[in-house]
C-alpha cells in the first residue's frame, strides 16, 4: 500500500512515515521547504519506498502530486507544525485532491477536545491541550484559546461531510515514549491521560487495514480515566 501522510515534521505524522516504511508499505511525504528531515538520507537514499514532496500548505498542484499512485491518506496536523488556522484549509484541499485521484480512504488525527469530546474537557486537560495557543496569542481574547480545539473540531465536520470512507482518530495528550502496540481505544468512551505518538501512528496504520473502523472516531489513551 501507498501512503500519503500530510502532516510536516509533527510528532505523529513522522512516526507514521517510520512505521509504516517499519512496515513494509510505501509512503508519500508532505512536508515545507523549510523542514529538516530527522535523517537528510532519507530523501535521497530511499527514493523507492519513500517520496518526499516539498510544498507550501496552500499549494494545491502539490497536494495533487502528492497522491499520484496513492491508495490512502493520513492527515496527522500539530500546533508544533503547522499553524493552526490552516488545518481547515490544508483539510479541503486534500479532500479536493483525493476527488480528484479518485481515493476514498482517510484517516484523520486529531485531538481529545475535538468534536463530541469537548464535552468531557476538565480544566486542566483544556489548558494543557490550549497552552501553546495561548503563547501564540498572549495578548488575543478567551476565543482564541479554543481555537486549536475548534479547528480541529471543523476539520472533523468538514470530513464528516464529505463521501469519503474515513476513520478519525483523536489522541490523549501526546507525551515521549515507545511504540507499545498497548492502548485503549474506543468509539464510544472519551479517554484522557497520555499516549506516546508511535502509538497514535500505529492506531492510524490500523485503522487503514480495517473496514470496520471505517465512518468511526476513537479516542486512544493508556488510561480509561475520562477527562
Not at 498497548?182 to 487495514?209: M, R
Request: hydrophobic fraction near 45%.
Amino acid at each position: 500500500m501507498r501512503i500519503a501522510v500530510v502532516g510536516g515534521m509533527g510528532a505523529v505524522a513522522q512516526e507514521v512515515v517510520a512505521l509504516a516504511l517499519e512496515r513494509g508499505h510505501l509512503v508519500s511525504w508532505m512536508v515545507s521547504h523549510a523542514d529538516q528531515l530527522p535523517d537528510p538520507s532519507l530523501e535521497t537514499d530511499y527514493t523507492q519506498v519513500l517520496h518526499v514532496v516539498r510544498s507550501s500548505w496552500d499549494s494545491e498542484a502539490e497536494y495533487f502530486a502528492l497522491l499520484s499512485g496513492c491508495d490512502s491518506v493520513v492527515v496527522a496536523l500539530d500546533i508544533h507544525s503547522t499553524d493552526p488556522t490552516h488545518f481547515v484549509p490544508i483539510q479541503r484541499l486534500v479532500q479536493k485532491a483525493m476527488r480528484s485521484r479518485c481515493l476514498r480512504r482517510i484517516i484523520l488525527v486529531t485531538a481529545h477536545g475535538s468534536g463530541p469530546s469537548s464535552r468531557q474537557l476538565g480544566w486542566e486537560l483544556w489548558c494543557r491541550i490550549n497552552f501553546n495557543q495561548l503563547m501564540y496569542s498572549l495578548f488575543g481574547s478567551r476565543a482564541l484559546c479554543w481555537s486549536v480545539a475548534a479547528q480541529y473540531s471543523e476539520q472533523e465536520r468538514v470530513l464528516e461531510q464529505s463521501d469519503l470512507l474515513y476513520t478519525i482518530v483523536r489522541p490523549a495528550s501526546i507525551a515521549a515514549g515507545p511504540t507499545t502496540g498497548t492502548y485503549l481505544a474506543s468509539p464510544t468512551h472519551i479517554y484522557g491521560g497520555y499516549i506516546s505518538a508511535g502509538d497514535v501512528a500505529d492506531c492510524a496504520l490500523k485503522a487503514l487495514d480495517n473496514e470496520m473502523d471505517i465512518s468511526q472516531a476513537f479516542s486512544i489513551a493508556y488510561s480509561p480515566r475520562v477527562a
